[in-house]
């Protein structure tokens, strides 16, 4: 029997290299998919952006007896970002929010440490405000953009933006009502807590 030579050798060592390389390209390339980021929203006002991460965001479990909650990711993140009285926002909004029902609450400071809060809703069953709906112009359909002007006078100072993706829930009782399975939220310099809780 003869031994092998070296060139085999090394050309079995480089096969064996090509085969390891492109086994851990493909964990990684799985990996990568399997785990996918929670969606972010970017905002936009005076000249700078931020990326804005969910405050809390829950995946879906649907079936055909019900709608669950699965694995939820709390990590509490707030994005903050100075927005001046008469300034517009911009809200860029990814597929998985443009396409649910969302509700957005704008939260203003007023004068003498009072505070004024908006809510505009997108797709009507999940109508929680008394205020007009912004989904019967045809412009409201699936935005991915939301701009918001805000109002030009100095005792109304935009304070807290938050963006509720609402589903319906059912508690032990029987007991129905909407709970949020992903919240967004932006802080300006004028937020107070003690007057948006």
Request: charged share 20%; proline share 8%.
């Amino acid at each position: 029997m003869s031994q092998p030579k070296a060139r085999t050798i090394i050309a079995l060592l480089a096969v064996l290299v090509v085969v390891a390389v492109a086994y851990f390209a493909a964990i990684v390339v799985i990996a990568r998919h399997t785990d996918k980021s929670d969606p972010e929203i970017t905002a936009y006002a005076h000249g700078k952006s931020v990326t804005v991460n969910p405050f809390l965001y829950c995946d879906l479990e649907i079936s055909k007896e019900h709608l669950s909650m699965g694995k939820c990711n709390t990590t509490e993140a707030v994005s903050n970002l100075d927005v001046p009285p008469g300034a517009t926002i911009q809200l860029s909004l990814p597929k998985e929010i443009a396409d649910a029902p969302w509700e957005l609450l704008i939260g203003y400071r007023l004068a003498n440490n009072k505070a004024d809060a908006e809510i505009l809703t997108y797709k009507e069953p999940w109508k929680l405000s008394g205020k007009p709906e912004r989904d019967k112009d045809a412009k409201w359909d699936h935005p991915r953009t939301l701009t918001i002007k805000t109002p030009a006078n100095e005792h109304v100072q935009l304070a807290i933006m938050e963006m509720h993706l609402p589903v319906p829930a059912r508690d032990e009782a029987g007991n129905e009502g909407i709970i949020s399975r992903g919240i967004w939220a932006v802080h300006t310099p004028a937020f107070d807590p003690a007057l948006f809780s």
